[in-house]
């Protein structure tokens, strides 16, 4: 593997192309570009010309961070790309904190992919002391 990784570059087609290769996709192009374009911080990750992996973190970038759409694509999973992206996402998310405060990182863990992120110390909720963690999906 040749892994490079290039920040803020990820595209509609580029993010289209990784996240379908995991899952189904459920927005319009225009939807996605306006996404990237609200993101904090996005990374794609490129094997000579072959698209690998992203990841993109979103909030406010003070007290909340949430990391979304980390991805690998299915020929590459277990070879250590994940870990690269989140580590890259950590790294943004504790260089950009402003010094002596508490800041809090979020994700919604794919089904089965806890472990993975529990190597990055994060904890699942609800547990002894936290509620579950709640979505609603809406049209319009
Ligand atoms: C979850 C995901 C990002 C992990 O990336 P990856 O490149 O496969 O993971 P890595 O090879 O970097 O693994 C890093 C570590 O996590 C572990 N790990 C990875 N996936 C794991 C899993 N599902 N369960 C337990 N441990 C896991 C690895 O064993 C490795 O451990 P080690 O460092 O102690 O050896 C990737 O598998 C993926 O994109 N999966 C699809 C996600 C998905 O379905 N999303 C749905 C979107 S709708």
């Not at 990784?18 to 570009?33: F, G």
């Not at 010094?99 to 809090?104: H, P, V």
């Not at 089904?111 to 049209?139: A, H, L, T, V, W």
């Amino acid at each position: 593997m040749n892994i490079e990784i290039y920040e803020n570059k990820l595209t509609v087609n580029s993010y289209i192309e990784i996240k379908e290769s995991v899952c189904k996709i459920n927005n319009s192009k225009l939807q996605i570009a306006k996404s990237l374009k609200n993101d904090l911080y996005d990374v794609v990750v490129i094997d000579g010309n072959k698209l690998v992996g992203m990841g993109r973190i979103v909030g406010d970038g003070a007290i909340y961070w949430y990391l979304q759409d980390v991805a690998v694509i299915p020929e590459y999973q277990g070879k250590g790309v994940g870990r690269i992206i989140v580590k890259k996402l950590m790294d943004y998310i504790y260089s950009s904190s402003l010094s002596d405060t508490k800041t809090t990182i979020g994700l919604m863990a794919a089904k089965g992919k806890e472990e993975f992120y529990k190597k990055f110390g994060f904890i699942e909720r609800p547990n002894d002391d936290q509620g579950p963690g709640m979505i609603q999906i809406i049209s319009k």
